[in-house]
């Protein structure tokens, strides 16, 4: 459980965005300080901002890489990356490893020289710097009564470049992390948290080592979901629900959307939702876990604690955490 390459950073209050746009959420799921001017309500932001972030991939102990804002603070996942639609994101990933690596992105726009990928050379070898530029849009209307998409949604960032073609040493190693493009207005959460199922791994940890997420009761919660890997999953998460669609909220009494708390999580998915901790059950200790039964008693499981609201322990909780931590997972079925 000590291991620096899935320690986090010092949690401060994820009720901001940075005009930089950038997040550090580590293993751990607990959000980094911030950078910038904070912001607070909904979030808003100029259009066609170019925000710019350096990442280094780095070696990390236990044959894992990871990225991270600056020298020696790589982390699995690496960190949540933020922009609002409309915005660039310019990022100079510094390869301080030995081996070829990238970064490629989901849901955005990027040129081939961009794409993260050997196939268009586009790549860092060995100690090399590389600036991959990554843009986004608004909705936009089309001919013929249509709507072209925007960018905003729940997504995630890779290599695309270790060990074949299709970066899949790297992934598997811990190169990977999520990626936020928010509408205007979009409601920001307190606490973050960015969970990545990997074959039968949640952030390349099985159970009791697997991360525990922490909340006080009542506070806005932000779980970001992603798939990677060889194996197809589903993510549950206990006492709460949220809608399925682009923020995990209904936008009225008449919003169509499904409310679950269970949802397909397979290799190359990606999906977040908000949740107010606790909400209508109080605090305690819950479970999050792939439901996919043997992977749940294989150690695809970890623990999502909500404390009291003035951040004390609810009665039971420890004793349910070292319930959890002495159980025996039958890792390998």
Request: hydrophobic share 35%; glycine share 12%.
């Amino acid at each position: 459980m000590d291991d620096p390459a899935l320690s986090s950073p010092r949690h401060l209050s994820r009720r901001s965005l940075m005009t930089t746009g950038v997040l550090a959420a580590g293993a751990m799921g607990v959000a980094a300080p911030a950078v910038g001017t904070p912001l607070t309500g909904p979030a808003r932001a100029s259009a066609g901002v170019t925000k710019r972030v350096t990442l280094y991939a780095e070696q990390l102990p236990g044959g894992l890489y990871g990225y991270g804002l600056a020298p020696g603070q790589a982390t699995v996942p690496g960190p949540v990356l933020e922009m609002y639609e409309g915005d660039t994101l310019e990022i100079t990933l510094v390869n301080t490893t030995n081996q070829r690596l990238s970064i490629h992105p989901h849901g955005v726009d990027y040129s081939t020289d961009s794409d993260g990928s050997p196939l268009n050379a586009s790549y860092n070898d060995p100690g090399e710097t590389r600036t991959y530029v990554w843009r986004s849009r608004e909705m936009f209307a089309a001919s013929g009564r249509r709507f072209m998409p925007g960018s905003a949604g729940y997504w995630h960032y890779h290599d695309h470049a270790m060990g074949t073609d299709h970066g899949t040493a790297g992934v598997a190693k811990g190169l990977y992390g999520a990626l936020i493009v928010r509408r205007r207005g979009d409601i920001l959460p307190e606490k973050q948290f960015t969970v990545v199922f990997h074959d039968m791994t949640i952030n390349n940890r099985m159970a009791p080592d697997t991360p525990m997420f922490e909340a006080n009761l009542g506070q806005r919660v932000e779980w970001i979901a992603i798939g990677h890997g060889n194996l197809f999953h589903t993510f549950h998460l206990h006492a709460h629900r949220w809608a399925d669609n682009r923020t995990g909220m209904l936008e009225g009494p008449s919003d169509p959307s499904q409310v679950i708390d269970n949802k397909d999580l397979n290799p190359g998915s990606s999906f977040g939702f908000q949740v107010l901790a606790g909400e209508g059950v109080g605090p305690g200790v819950w479970m999050y876990h792939c439901h996919v039964q043997n992977h749940s008693d294989g150690g695809m499981v970890g623990l999502f604690l909500v404390r009291n609201a003035d951040g004390s322990m609810p009665p039971g909780a420890e004793e349910a955490i070292h319930r959890f931590r002495g159980h025996t997972h039958q890792h390998g079925r």
